[in-house]
């Protein structure tokens, strides 16, 4: 499996972004998604997950009511919608998927890791 999260960039507080994790190698319909998120010098925090069809979604109270997870079985595509974003939402956002397909927030759940992409939210 391969990961490949795009979409980050520099935006000012209170816009939104959205970013993408494109995923090859394996069935994607089969994987649960998710999106975490690190700062230099501090530990990989949880986002988002979506189960294997979209059908159970789950959130980090930092975020809830402003992201927005969601997948395109059809395009091997999982996405991460974000408003009203913060200053403290800077960060390096990396993809990850489950072969288990249930709805994580521990890191070691997740198989497969992309590179992260930058969002940096500052005026």
């Known amino acids: 499996v391969q990961l490949q999260a795009s979409g980050g960039g520099l935006v000012q507080p209170g816009d939104s972004l959205s970013l993408s994790c494109a995923f090859t190698?394996?069935?994607?319909?089969?994987?649960?998604m998710g999106w975490f998120r690190q700062v230099p010098g501090k530990e990989r925090e949880f986002v988002a997950v979506?189960?294997?069809?979209?059908?159970?979604?789950y959130y980090a109270d930092s975020v809830k009511g402003r992201f927005t997870i969601d997948r395109a079985n059809a395009k091997n595509t999982a996405y991460l919608h974000m408003s009203s974003l913060k200053p403290e939402d800077t960060a390096v956002y990396y993809c990850?998927?489950?072969?288990?397909?249930?709805?994580?927030?521990?890191?070691?759940?997740?198989?497969?890791w992309g590179k992260g992409t930058l969002v940096t939210v500052s005026s």
């Open positions: 990850a998927s489950a072969s288990r397909g249930g709805v994580y927030s521990d890191e070691g759940s997740y198989e497969y």
């Open positions: 190698g394996r069935t994607f319909s089969r994987h649960s």
């Open positions: 979506t189960s294997r069809f979209g059908t159970a979604t």
